[in-house]
């Protein structure tokens, strides 16, 4: 066995490990910000597996949207928050932990049925394209994907929107959440810069 | 453009003559690189702090550190020390694992973002083929580093500075990439090397800060923000916020979020003579200055100058920048979050888009000039 095989074993157990143990505690830990910042370790060492499949900038993709983008978004809003009230107790939790538990099994065994069944199609690695795998990308995005791609990015465009709608109060005539009527006046004051008017 | 010093090639040879395998002298080879670019980025730091005292005491008629070694060149090293010996303090109600990490996580990527930095045509650690877009990935990592440290630290001028800290790198980061990708757009090649050999066809004339002056003015701004220097520290603003994410820390912690800052300064620096700059290009094409003087361009004694020719290029045109960063934060008053965060939203991504859109224009209309 060659070193670079032995290294490239020995990387992909470590990484699967952590990915594994990682994302059971983001779902078994209590605290919250342990759970996001965990989650952020799993979505690195998915990158990590990407560069093990010689796909660079997948994996480089991955950090810089779901490490950078989703999961501090994640943590951002987590700290906002930041309330530190203790969460009433479930009466029947051992039930639903029960029932979720079946659940993800059962989901699991379909995974693994799905695995075993199918006949993967495997490149060997002198066919795999490696670097120029971003200009592929490039060609199917602008291709046959370009569809799916014009339509995640509308979808995109309308959460934009929506978020904008919900954080600018004066668009409604009501509160979105308690249904009353929106005080304009207040909404335009505040929205005012604070220092212009005082000297 | 194959030509160039290998000493990769040549170490390689080197060990095989002792009866080595390849991959045995690959092994022994491949620190040797990572070693010499951490010790460059902590000598590079040593300099820059010791830079940064000396002009800000001459920006404020003063004198600043003169009695530790010759115009006091050995005051970073005793900062150095200071930090070295200082206790280790985790504060009784923070959270220690997290504490710990937050440093760690703030100063490793930007460290691994040394990777695709090229001072020559081979003297770069890996010639990756996603090349600056990995500096772009790595880069996106740090807020959660930021954002631990102020969490962890149970402290509310930590948690602001973090979530600050968070808030600017995520605003910043947008155009910063917009007018990467414009260069990457003229260069069609993500790689830092290819980047630098683009630029290199008439010296100084063909660098890119002419044919993108829009893109290079955006991502300087962009680089200040993202290493929270002044006008943009507001994270650490001292007057509002103690020493916002860094207050709780001490000791080798704090000394790492320094040493991440000063080595992020002297990497945005670098990208920028990199991108904008001509890398390591002469003003003047050495090829050019060799056939004048009738030198075979390819005789070792030349391979050698001309590397340390762009070594010294590389580093002269890094250090004129942290000249001018530093300059900036001795003479410049803070911004405010609200206009820090409008001008990066409502006034620098606009730019940048505009600036992708008309180089792709551009680069139709006129693919001579703008990479066909």
């Known amino acids: ?199 | 453009m194959e030509y160039g010093l290998d000493l990769e090639y040549s170490f390689n040879e080197f060990l095989k003559g002792f009866g080595l395998s390849s991959e045995i002298a690959h092994i022994i080879w491949l620190p040797l690189p990572m070693l010499l670019v951490l010790v460059a980025a902590v000598v590079g730091v040593l300099v820059t702090v010791w830079l940064e005292r000396k002009i800000s005491a001459a920006a404020q008629q003063r004198i600043g550190p003169e009695y530790a070694g010759a115009l006091g060149v050995l005051q970073p090293i005793a900062d150095g020390l200071k930090l070295l010996v200082k206790e280790d303090i985790i504060p009784a109600k923070a959270d220690g694992i997290l504490f710990t990490a937050g440093p760690i996580l703030v100063l490793v990527p930007v460290i691994l973002s040394w990777l695709i930095v090229p001072f020559g045509q081979n003297l770069l650690i890996s010639n990756v083929g996603i090349g600056i877009f990995l500096w772009i990935a790595l880069s996106s990592i740090q807020p959660i580093g930021l954002l631990m440290s102020g969490y962890a630290s149970n402290n509310k001028y930590s948690l602001l500075g973090g979530l600050r800290a968070a808030a600017q790198s995520i605003s910043y980061e947008i155009p910063l990439a917009l007018s990467v990708l414009a260069i990457v757009l003229m260069t069609n090649s993500l790689s830092t090397v290819d980047i630098v050999n683009q630029q290199s066809g008439a010296g100084i004339l063909s660098w890119n800060i002419w044919r993108q002056p829009v893109g290079f003015i955006v991502f300087w701004i962009c680089a200040l923000a993202e290493c929270e220097r002044l006008p943009f520290d507001l994270p650490e603003a001292e007057e509002e916020l103690v020493a916002g994410y860094q207050t709780e820390y001490a000791g080798m912690k704090f000394a790492l979020f320094y040493l991440g800052s000063y080595i992020n300064l002297i990497l945005s620096a670098l990208l920028v003579s990199i991108l904008y700059l001509g890398g390591w290009g002469f003003p003047v094409p050495v090829e050019l200055i060799a056939k004048f003087l009738n030198l075979p361009i390819n005789a070792p004694f030349i391979q050698v100058f001309t590397a340390s020719i762009g070594i010294v290029m590389t580093v002269l045109k890094a250090y004129l920048l942290v000249f001018i960063a530093i300059l900036l934060r001795w003479t410049t008053p803070r911004v405010r979050i609200d206009q820090l965060l409008d001008l990066g939203w409502k006034f620098l991504l606009p730019i940048s888009l505009a600036n992708l859109l008309i180089t792709a224009g551009l680069k139709l209309a006129f693919p001579q000039f703008f990479g066909g």
Request: a negative charge; aromatic letters at 6%.
């Open chain 1, 1 to 199: 066995m060659s070193i670079a095989i032995t290294t490239q074993i020995i990387c992909f157990s470590v990484l699967s490990l952590v990915i594994l143990i990682g994302a059971l505690g983001v779902v078994l830990l209590e605290s919250i910000v342990y759970s996001a910042f965990l989650l952020g370790g799993v979505f690195m060492s998915v990158a990590g597996l990407y560069l093990l499949l010689n796909a660079s900038f997948v994996a480089a993709a991955q950090v810089l949207v779901y490490v950078g983008a989703v999961n501090v978004l994640i943590i951002f809003a987590i700290m906002l928050v930041n309330k530190k009230e203790d969460l009433k107790p479930i009466s029947d939790i051992k039930s639903r932990r029960i029932i979720s538990t079946a659940i993800c099994l059962t989901l699991l065994s379909l995974l693994i049925r799905v695995d075993l069944t199918n006949v993967w199609s495997l490149s060997s690695p002198q066919n795999s394209i490696g670097e120029e795998s971003t200009i592929r990308i490039g060609e199917h995005l602008f291709s046959d994907y370009l569809l799916p791609f014009e339509v995640a990015s509308v979808l995109l465009l309308m959460a934009m929107i929506g978020a904008i709608v919900l954080a600018r109060r004066d668009v409604m005539s009501k509160d979105i959440s308690t249904g009353l009527p929106v005080d304009q006046e207040l909404i335009e004051k505040s929205s005012e810069t604070l220092l212009t008017n005082k000297n």
